[in-house]
């Protein structure tokens, strides 16, 4: 049985330094959740005190409308798959799977039907028998996963899970770790600092930063209308320009130094004001334009071809660095030192307050707001 | 609900613990220091430090210790170091074998090798009436400093070679190939290269060495003769026959404790300089040696193996021969066994009795405290965790007058008891099996812990299930080491025994004393017996295959 999560104004002190001070957060019944962030951005310390390992100093945790606050962590029936995986080095394959089964003292032929199940389900049966020395890595991930999940948890917690593990690896075990928890129906918490991880994983993200919430949302929601500059920084590449929004006649327009003018008609109505304002534009955002039409003036520093895409890396007037990614042409690539005007895809681009706490464009779609009146 | 009672279990040991500390470590080390400052009409007074320092009959016994000391620490490194050095870079034929003779060599009693040594090269000794029959000539006398130099020397260099091993493993292959690639090879990159990446190593080796050295009373008092030194000088002002002084015997204590605290803390700050962690991806891999080379480091191993070995063998041999009285004859038989064993009928039980109850004490106590220092650290914990280290500064024989002074009056009679032996056995042992353990402990990530929680074992059963077997072979090694260390203790044990709880090692020495050579061998023989025995147990149970002291 699948459970939600609620948290409201949790706050974990360690001393006197406080790492989240006010921080809610509710997570949907068998949603795959991810809580990604920097390190000791606080996203490891929150999924701890959801299992119960960590204190909690304020706030209240409740799984659907249970208080989880003070229940022994043993109690809570929780599946826990761990950075290093902590499987039992002294048990085996089988065992280890067992050992949850075992002490909530389920009947011996059940406890082995269940293990064999998700042995079988894990793909990790034919090692039933070995000691965990033995394995490679991706084995041991399978064999915590398939001790987490066979106790038959309400919520899965999953704590960097792939961090261990070589490239290709961890890219096989991101499918096999979304397509068993479709198949279990399980809620899940997923904690991660790996931004492509947890978009290809998750069906919502949380990202945080100094213990606080920046923006929860589905992957595209983050990547394109990003709530804050942090979100647009951390999630994929991108460039910031500095330019003012120019409001006349209730047209906004973006200049930015140089001379090069934008219309941009999707400024949300309470930030139609004139000011200095940050205009992130992902590589993909610009167009190199023909010739020497309107658009930002820049000089070709170098370039790199990578099949699929050419990446251009050029400097403004004001020698400011921009990396430009285009689909890669049949033509020549444009050669260092060449002159370029780039005018950029006024729909995608976004553009915060000076500050960089705000997106002032339409379509931020953010469920931290949200989360407060539960 | 769970918590909370838990919560009362390790608190209780918290308590029992630090209860136990204070009586058995605290208060004795009170005892000894209250004595070297009250005079005998009670006042406060340093007279009998006074006493120390003004007479160079007995100040000189501290430049003596000194010289030992230092001479012996410098001598260690200057064979271990090379030795490790050859061990590990090249191939050593038998080299499985050379290493348990190392290691057999270092546990075994220093007042053994002392006394063997003197049956071969003191006044009567074989080879000494070898040649001069032979030649005509009287070799160097062998009492006195350089006799003690000699003994402690072969008996101390196997830490520094294992100490040094161990390093030499951590090091990563690919750093002395940079060495090579940027020309620095050979004698340059054994001392630019590798020397300094075993400082740290070394450092600790030599502290271990200096602490042994100074502390060691068995072989000087034996082989020593008029060179007095610090240890035996509290030993005679304890128990010696020309009266007893206790009060200055406690001085001499405290100024003994004072200066291996000194040391300790040099040790620690030098050692601070240096630190530094490694972990080889690729370690050393032994490449054979060629030509001149090959031949002079085959001879120098096997040379300076055999000479440390030498004594042992020749006990064993004198184990066999005939005695009549106090004299060897000729033939060979049992008889020394049968007759030493049957003279000291309670040493052998006695030494299982109570090494195993000291062991099984040592074990349980260390394990705990690990536990509580690693995983529950807090003031308390930290507090039993500087306790437990205290002895590891004080020399065995002080840590013996401490427990006497404390405990030979009421409200606590404990002298000439199994228990007083026990205690001390305990105090002087934990600090290496705590060290160990605490290392144990910190390599078992607390997630493991964790995750046995969160699939619903309680704490309890977390710590008996997934804890301690985690932490069985590692503890179960160093108990090893630990029984080895504890039956062949003399410098705590001598001071506190009697007649009802003497142990092997008491009774080799008894024998030595009394000069039955024959029954000595015997028993120093079966000694040998079980720790050789004891180290193909650890050697069954050990991963690493790594000794540690």
Known sequence: MSVNIKIKNAVKRYGQSTIISDLSLEIKEGEFFTLLGPSGCGKTTLLRMIAGFNTIEGGDFYFNDKRINLLDPAKRNIGMVFQNYAIFPHLSVRQNVAFGLKNRKFPRDRIEAETQKFLELMKIDQYKDRMPEKLSGGQQQRVALARALVIQPDVLLMDEPLSNLDAKLRVEMRFAIKEIQNRVGITTVYVTHDQEEAMAISDRIAVMKDGVIQHIGKPKDLYQRPANLFVSTFIGRTNLLEAKLVVEAGRARLAFPGGFELAMENVRDECRKSQDVIVSIRPEEFVIADGSGAGLKTIVDSSVFLGLNTHYFVHLETGQQLEIIQESKIDEIIPNLSGIALSVKSEKINVFTADGSVNILKGVSDDKTAVGEV | ?549
């Open chain 2, 1 to 549: 609900m769970a918590r909370r009672k838990m919560f009362d279990i390790w608190s209780v040991l918290y308590v029992a613990i630090f209860a136990a500390y204070a009586i058995f470590l605290l208060y004795p080390m009170y005892s000894i220091l209250r004595n070297s400052v009250i005079g005998e009409d009670g006042r406060l007074t340093l007279q009998w430090f006074v006493k120390f320092f003004s007479a160079k009959y007995y100040s000189q016994t501290l430049i003596h210790s000194f010289n030992v000391t230092i001479w012996t620490t410098i001598l260690t490194l200057i064979i271990g170091v090379p030795l490790a050095y050859f061990y590990n870079m090249y191939e050593i034929k038998g080299k499985a074998f050379i290493q348990v003779l190392i290691i057999l060599c270092s546990m075994s009693a220093p007042f053994i090798g002392a006394y063997a040594w003197i049956q071969l090269l003191g006044r009567m000794g074989v080879v000494t009436v070898f040649i001069r029959n032979l030649t005509g000539l009287t070799i160097p006398n062998i009492y006195g400093f350089n006799g003690i130099l000699l003994v402690l020397t072969l008996q101390l260099f196997p830490l520094v070679f294992l100490y040094v091993s161990g390093a030499l493993k951590n090091i990563d292959n690919s750093l002395l190939e940079a060495s090579d690639n940027l020309g620095c090879t050979g004698v340059k990159r054994f001392f630019k290269v590798v020397v300094p990446l075993c400082m740290p190593t070394i450092l600790a080796a030599s502290l271990l060495v200096f602490m042994r050295a100074f502390a060691d009373f068995g072989t000087p008092l034996l082989i020593g003769e008029g060179y007095r030194v610090f240890p035996v000088e509290i030993y005679t002002q304890f128990l010696g026959e020309t009266g007893t002084d206790y009060s200055f015997a406690a001085a001499i204590s405290v100024i003994a404790i004072l200066i291996t605290a000194a040391f300790f803390m040099v040790q620690r700050a030098l050692s601070k300089r240096f630190a530094f962690t490694m972990n080889a991806l690729h370690p050393i891999e032994r490449k054979p040696a060629k030509g001149m080379f090959k031949v002079l480091i085959h001879f120098y191993t096997y040379f300076v193996v055999g000479l440390a070995f030498l004594p042992q063998l020749y006990i064993v041999y004198q184990s066999f021969q005939n005695t009549s009285g106090k004299l060897f004859k000729e033939g060979y038989s049992f008889s020394s066994y049968t007759t030493s064993i049957k003279r000291m009928s309670d040493a052998i039980p006695n030494t299982f009795i109570i090494g195993g109850i000291a062991l099984v004490a040592v074990v349980l106590i260390a394990i705990v405290i690990a536990y509580l220092v690693v995983r529950r650290s807090n003031v308390v914990t930290t507090a039993i965790d500087t306790m437990s280290m205290l002895p590891y500064i004080i020399p065995g024989s002080v840590v013996g007058i401490a427990l006497v002074m404390a405990f030979n009056k009421k409200p606590l009679v404990l002298t000439g008891t199994v228990a007083i032996m026990v205690i001390a056995l305990c105090i002087r042992r934990l600090p290496y099996t705590i060290r160990s353990s605490v290392a144990i402990l910190q390599q078992i990530p607390i997630t493991i812990e964790e995750a046995a929680i969160s699939l619903g074992a309680s704490k309890m059963k977390t710590f008996f299930r997934i804890t301690v077997p985690m932490m069985s072979n590692g503890i179960i090694s160093g108990a090893i080491i630990s029984w080895v260390t504890i039956i062949t203790e003399l410098s705590t044990a001598i001071i506190l025994y009697n007649s009802k709880t003497i142990t092997l090692t008491l009774a080799i020495y008894t024998f030595v004393t009394r000069g039955n050579y024959g029954y000595a061998a015997a028993l120093a023989t079966v000694l040998t017996a079980l720790t050789i025995v004891s180290l193909m147990v650890f050697m069954k149970f050990s991963k690493s295959k790594e000794i540690t002291f």
